[in-house]
């Protein structure tokens, strides 16, 4: 069986080298700490195995599909890990200089793992929720399928949802229907369908999965428009994410569900 390491004993890959915690660094001049100029993606291991190796699509990652996938593979096996939280990070990199816009920088990859420790809610009750005020960013400002390291208005979301006593922001799209809360899409359960909202989210892979996992045990689910009466008025409510994994909701805005 793997022996988990310490943080400060975990094996870093930093743009083609795998490299000890505390050496791990990248320079205060990369554009992805001087703007937020960088994406990322996440997968997970359990029992040993990768749950769904990401697909990247990102023109600038200076890897083929090949070459990031072992990377993400020798960055989990060279920290013996039996179960992990695996995050790649690909900034824009340093420039000529540390203004924008960007000119001839060379991105940096970033591949880390540490141990799961599990779902941020566990137990049975369901978590509180809350639909925040502070709407999603339509895909015309930002693309919702980009995972942008930015994550300001998902921080300022659900510090909004905190401030209410609840443990998870909901957010909605400009024209006021449904879209995700800050790393999780919301599914709906209604008269015995399943119901998600399309449009502007992000499509994740867990999202993804469940709605496979429907069609082979023949349960009717299809994307819809919902609106925040259709959350107070659903027979269940649950989020889903690689990283918390299915999280059922009991309350929206003091509303029992």
């Known amino acids: 069986m793997p022996v988990e390491l ?13 490299l000890p915690f505390k050496e791990a660094k990248v320079s205060v001049f990369d554009h992805g700490l001087l703007y937020g100029d960088a ?3 996440t997968c997970f291991a359990w029992a040993g195995a990768i749950f769904k190796l990401p697909g990247w699509r990102f023109s600038f990652i200076p890897l083929t599909k090949e070459q990031m996938k072992s990377a993400i593979l020798d960055t ?17 990199g340093l420039g000529k200089r540390p203004l924008l816009p960007p000119i001839d ?6 591949v880390f793992a540490v141990p799961y420790t599990g779902a941020v809610y566990s137990g049975e009750v369901g978590i509180k929720a809350t639909v925040v005020s502070r709407r999603h960013i339509p895909s015309v400002c930002l693309d919702s399928q980009v995972k942008s390291c930015n994550y300001s208005n998902f921080v300022l979301s659900q510090r909004e949802a905190m401030a209410a006593g609840t443990d998870v922001a909901i957010q909605l799209d400009m024209a006021g229907h449904v ?20 449009g502007e989210i992000l499509r994740g892979i867990t999202r993804q ?23 107070y008025n ?22 029992m569900v």
Do not use: H
């Open 179 to 198: 879209c995700e809360a800050p790393g999780y899409n919301i599914f709906a359960v209604k008269a015995g369908n399943l119901l998600t909202p399309g």
């Open 76 to 92: 989990f096996a060279k920290n013996r890990l039996e179960s992990a939280y695996i995050k790649i990070l690909v900034t824009r």
């Open 6 to 18: 310490s943080q400060e004993q975990a094996t870093v890959y930093i743009d083609g080298e795998y």
């Open 105 to 110: 920088c060379t991105p940096s990859i970033i």
């Open 234 to 255: 659903a027979d269940e409510l649950f989020l889903t994410s690689t990283a918390g994994g299915i999280v059922p909701i009991r309350e929206v805005d003091g509303i």
């Open 209 to 231: 999965t469940v709605i496979e996992l429907a069609g082979e045990a023949q349960i009717p689910c299809r994307e819809a428009e919902l609106a925040t009466f259709d959350l």
């Open 39 to 41: 994406v990322y993606d």
